[in-house]
C-alpha cells in the first residue's frame, strides 16, 4: 500500500478530481497514482463531474477578475505616481496641470474657513493699517499664482513658490512659539488660550511643512524649471531669500 493511499480517502471527490486534472504538476508521481485509484473507486456520475468542471470554471473566472482589479489598481497608482513624480516628457505638464488643481481645492477651502475674518476686515476698511493688507494679500496673489502656474508664466513660478516657502516655514516657526507659550505660562490666560486654541500637535505641524515644502521642492526641479526658464540656481536663491525674510519676520515677533 502507497503511503499516500490514507491521505487521499479522506480527500473529497472534487478535491480528487482537481488533483487528477488542474493539480497533478503539484502532486509527486506516487500521489497522483493514488488519487487516480481512488478516483476511479468511487464512481462518481458524468453529472457531479460537469459540477466539478463548472465549480472549477467559476473559480478560474473569479481569480482572473481579482487578477483584472489587481492590474487596473496597480496601472493606477502608477499613473498617479507619474503625476506627482514626472518620468517621461509628456506627463510634466500633467503633474502640473493636477499641482494647480490641488493648490486651486486647498484656497478655495482656506478662503471658506475664513471668509467671516475677510469680510469683517473690509467693513473695517478706513482702519486699515500693514497688518490687513500684510493679511489679505496671499489671498488675492495665491488665485494669480496659480493662473500663472497653469499657463507656464514665470510669474506664476515666483508667486506659488514664494508663497509655498514661506507657509512651510510659518508653520514650524507658529509652532515652535505655541510650543514655547505654552510651556513658558501655566494657568490664566495660557490655559485659556489653549482651550480656546489648541496647539497643533507636532505630527500635523510636521505634515504640513512636508506638503508645503513639497510642492516647493518639486517645483525646483531641473525639468520643471525649464518649463518656467528659470535657472536652478536663481530657483535656489530665491527659496533662500524668501527663508530669510520669513525668519526675519516670525523671530521679529518673539
Known amino acids: 500500500m502507497s503511503e499516500f493511499n490514507t491521505v487521499i480517502s479522506e480527500r473529497s471527490d472534487f478535491e480528487l478530481y482537481e488533483i487528477i486534472y488542474y493539480k497533478e504538476g503539484s502532486y509527486k508521481p506516487e500521489a497522483l497514482d493514488a488519487a487516480k485509484k481512488e478516483f476511479n473507486t468511487r464512481a462518481i456520475s458524468a453529472d457531479t463531474i460537469a459540477q466539478f468542471e463548472q465549480r472549477i470554471q467559476k473559480t478560474n ?3 482572473l ?3 483584472k482589479e489587481k492590474t487596473e489598481l496597480k496601472n493606477k497608482a502608477i499613473s498617479y505616481g507619474k503625476f506627482l513624480i514626472p518620468t517621461e516628457k509628456d506627463t510634466l505638464p500633467k ?5 494647480c488643481i490641488f493648490l486651486s481645492v486647498s484656497y478655495l477651502y482656506y478662503l471658506f474657513n475664513n471668509i467671516r475674518s475677510i469680510l469683517h476686515f473690509f467693513i473695517d476698511i478706513a482702519n486699515w493699517d500693514l497688518g490687513h493688507i500684510e493679511y489679505l494679500l496671499p489671498y488675492i496673489l495665491f488665485p494669480i499664482g496659480i493662473y500663472g502656474l497653469w499657463k507656464s508664466k514665470k510669474y506664476g513660478w515666483y508667486l506659488i513658490v514664494g508663497l509655498q516657502t514661506h507657509f512651510a516655514f510659518s508653520t514650524i516657526y507658529s509652532g515652535i512659539i505655541s510650543y514655547k507659550y505654552s510651556m513658558g505660562n501655566t494657568g490664566g490666560l495660557s490655559t485659556i488660550l489653549d482651550t480656546l486654541i489648541p496647539r497643533p500637535t507636532i505630527l500635523s505641524i510636521v505634515l504640513r511643512f512636508v506638503v ?3 510642492i516647493v521642492y518639486f517645483l525646483n526641479q531641473p525639468k520643471t524649471l525649464k518649463v518656467f526658464n528659470i535657472k536652478r540656481s536663481t530657483g535656489i536663491i530665491f527659496v533662500a531669500v524668501i527663508f530669510i525674510i520669513t525668519s526675519i519676520l516670525w523671530w521679529s515677533l518673539d
Open 61 to 63: 473566472e473569479l481569480k
Open 212 to 214: 508645503l515644502f513639497g
Open 65 to 67: 477578475e481579482k487578477e
Open 95 to 99: 503633474t502640473i496641470l493636477s499641482l
